[in-house]
């Protein structure tokens, strides 16, 4: 049984270490590269929709959101967009969570 466990745990680090999602980054990307083209801070960026507005514009590899914010695709890579989508669920309109430095 302890064996069975340990690979299951291994199995769990593997996966969740390939698709882990970071707000930092997400806040960073969202600063450093599209806050600029857009003319407004993160704080003011991700209050503009709730996690399931914000859902429905990332889904369909972001479609919708490229189109909404006039984005090109070739300024976000495909690795910037979980960070992105979850930095934007995480301070979303309806997020209980609050940002510590304005961002």
């Not at 490229?66 to 495909?78: A, D, G, Q, V």
């Amino acid at each position: 049984m302890k064996p069975l466990f340990i690979t299951l745990l291994l199995s769990l680090k593997l996966l969740s270490g390939s698709i882990n999602p970071d707000i930092y980054k997400g806040q960073t990307y969202y600063k450093y590269i599209i806050g600029p083209k857009l003319g407004y801070n993160g704080i003011e960026f991700t209050k503009q929709h709730t996690q399931k507005e914000w859902e429905v514009l990332f889904d369909n590899e972001a479609k919708a959101f490229f189109e909404n914010y006039n984005l090109s695709k070739n300024e976000i890579t495909k690795e910037m967009l979980p960070h992105l989508h979850y930095f934007a669920i995480f301070y979303a309109k309806d997020s209980k969570a609050v940002p510590y430095c304005g961002e």
